[in-house]
Structures are given as C-alpha cells and as structure tokens.
C-alpha cells in the first residue's frame, strides 16, 4: 500500500529489451536521490509514477536500482517506456502517517492532460478521465494521478461532440480539474506534463468497493 505523498524524484536512465517478442517487457534501471536507497532491499515494493514495482536490484552507492516491469503493466500503463523523470513512493509502513489517501499502486487507467496552467501562484491541472473511471471521480475526492494524492476541485462529464481531440476511450468519460500548488510541482514530476501527455490514474479505493456494493443486488 501507498498514500500518494511522493517520498523522491527519480529518472528512468536506461531502458532494456528482456527478450525480442511482443510478449517480453522491459528492464528499467531509475536513478533516485542521495540517500533513498539506504533502507532498500531487493524485493521491496517501490511505486514508479504510481505503479507499483518490485526492486530487482539496487546499488547504493550508484543511486540506482533495477526493476522488471512485463509487457501487460507497460501496455496498462504511461511513461514508464522510455527514458524521463518518475515519482517515487516507497511502500507504506504499519506506522507511517497517512499523509496522502490509501493508494494501492494499481493504476486503473490512462489519462490525457487537456489543460496546464498557472492561475495565480498555483497551477490548473485539467485531465480526461475515460469513461469506465468518470463515475468514480467527485468533487472533493480524492485521484492519484502519477502516483501523487490529488483532491478533484471539479468534474465535467464529457461528450464526443465537444471536440474531435478526444480519443474514442475518453468520449463519454469526464474531465477532472486539479490545482497544484508550488510545493507540489517542485517535488514531484507533474510540473513536467504537457497538453496531450498521457497520466497514469488510479481511483479512491473506497469509492471502488462502494460502487462494487452498489452494484450488488440485494440477497
């Protein structure tokens, strides 16, 4: 488990083939921060711009560790293909405070950023969310987007007939709109997102079992 409170910026620096087949995935080597390393083992969990990985292994003094990531999580999904900046999340411990929400490192779907803009001392984030996520997203609640804890200021349910840049998946779903403040945009890598770029989401884990209720006739 996670919180979405992003513990280190991180960089893909290296991205290896593990086979030559559609079905292999990909050897992912991430450059971390002084230090972030020193309470790490081989096998711990480590979330990469919100999804979850396992560390392979790891040099210390190197600043680095390795991941294996297949091709089905790389199919799921956003900037963990090539070379770039990452969030980084280390795995929630017993007694850490919960600082962010319960985040469990699965990313449910792509999003597409629609709008990226300063108002006032802050920023307006504004993403597509597709449709099989829109009705979980509410005003006041909580999204991870990149693997950082967010709190939704508004949502606009979408149609195709409100522009042809919606990608089929997103027609019908609905646009949620973030602020960022400045702490946020210096330590984490979502001041790196563009109009168009796509972003890992992953929906309130209570509202995923409220929902499964709900959806459960009565016995």
Partial sequence: MFTGIITGLGRITAVHAL???????????????????????PGDSIALNGACMTVTSLDAAQRRFDIDISAESLAKTAGLD????????????????????LVSGHVDGIGSVTHFA???????????????????????????????????????????????????????????????????????????????GRVNLEIDLIARYVERMLSQPPR
């Fill in 118 to 196: 300063p108002v006032g001392e802050s920023w307006e984030l504004r993403i597509a969310a597709p449709r099989e996520l829109a009705r979980f997203m509410a005003y006041k609640g909580s999204v991870t987007v990149n693997g950082v804890s967010l709190t939704v200021n508004r949502v606009n349910d979408l149609e195709r007939s409100l522009g042809s840049d919606l990608q089929p998946e997103q027609a019908h779903g609905c646009e949620i709109s973030i602020n960022l403040i400045p702490h946020t945009l210096q330590n984490t890598a979502l001041g790196s997102l563009v109009v168009g």
């Fill in 19 to 41: 086979g030559s087949e559609p079905a292999h995935g990909k050897q992912l080597a991430i450059e971390t921060p002084p230090g972030y390393l020193d309470d790490v083992q």
């Fill in 82 to 101: 090539q070379p770039g900046p990452v969030n980084l999340e280390k795995a929630l411990r017993a007694n850490d405070r919960l600082g962010g929400h």
